[in-house]
């Protein structure tokens, strides 16, 4: 267990729908990063947020977005969903926010039906 | 563009072999280089890295990874293969000075066979 929680586990919605994922990072780590995981890009780097700042984005599509709150869990907000967004979503979270190892969350399967 | 390949999508081995997931990049400067391990329905964990020196890095559960600077690879290895490492390894990398953006392979699935 790496002590990154994600919730919930599995999330199946339709076509054009919005959905939020929430991420709370190990207890002491101020960096979240969001990766998406599909059959056919395999594991996409989305963003990062270093308390409460967004510091690197990766391929995130305009339709998502994400934030960090105070408390240090993160959000995910993925809307118009397409069938194409079914994926799984990682959350992980490092110390500060250049370090060189990050803990992984179990994920969030998104199924867009 | 940065890119890593993990040449091949499957690789078998029997148990006690020693066994090799290949993983070569195209990232500019000197990049930091990593060996994440995924577990069916678990997230990714972090079995080596690289950062300079030595290019044998030794890591967790008997695994190491080989540097070679000219070949831009990063091969991961194991002397003698457990059924239990049976899993998806993903190669990973991060270049150097531009914020903590890591790269992914798109990860080889091992099986070893008892």
């Known amino acids: 267990d790496s002590g990154v929680t994600q919730t919930p586990k599995h999330l199946i919605t339709a076509t054009g729908q919005r959905v939020t994922l929430r991420c709370s990072p190990r207890?002491?780590?101020?960096?979240v990063y969001w990766y998406q995981q599909s059959l056919d890009q395999g594991l996409q780097f989305l963003i990062q947020?270093?308390?409460?700042?967004?510091?690197a984005k990766g391929n995130i599509l305009e339709r998502f977005s994400a934030q960090q709150f105070p408390d240090l869990h993160s959000e995910l907000n993925l809307s118009s969903l397409e069938l194409g967004d079914s994926a799984l979503y990682f959350c992980?979270?490092?110390?500060?926010?250049?370090?060189?190892?990050?803990?992984f969350g179990p994920g969030t399967r998104l199924t867009v039906l | 563009a940065q890119s890593v390949a993990q040449p091949e999508d499957q690789v078998n081995v029997a148990e006690g072999n020693p066994l090799t997931v290949k993983c070569t990049y195209s990232?500019?400067?000197?990049?930091?280089l990593f060996w994440y391990v995924q577990y069916p329905n678990r997230g990714l964990q972090f079995l080596l890295k690289?950062?300079?020196?030595?290019?044998l890095v030794k890591g967790s559960y008997g695994f190491e990874a080989e540097f070679n600077k000219s070949q831009t690879s990063f091969h991961l290895k194991k002397p003698s293969a457990l059924v239990s490492d049976s899993a998806l390894y993903f190669c990973?990398?991060?270049?150097?000075?531009?914020?903590?953006?890591?790269?992914f392979g798109t990860g080889t699935s091992l099986t070893v066979i008892p």
């Open positions: 690289y950062i300079t020196g030595d290019n």
């Open positions: 207890s002491g780590d101020l960096s």
């Open positions: 992980a979270s490092s110390v500060g926010g250049t370090d060189l190892e990050q803990f």
């Open positions: 947020y270093y308390n409460g700042e967004e510091r």
């Open positions: 990232v500019s400067g000197n990049p930091y």
């Open positions: 990973a990398v991060r270049p150097r000075g531009t914020g903590n953006q890591f790269y």
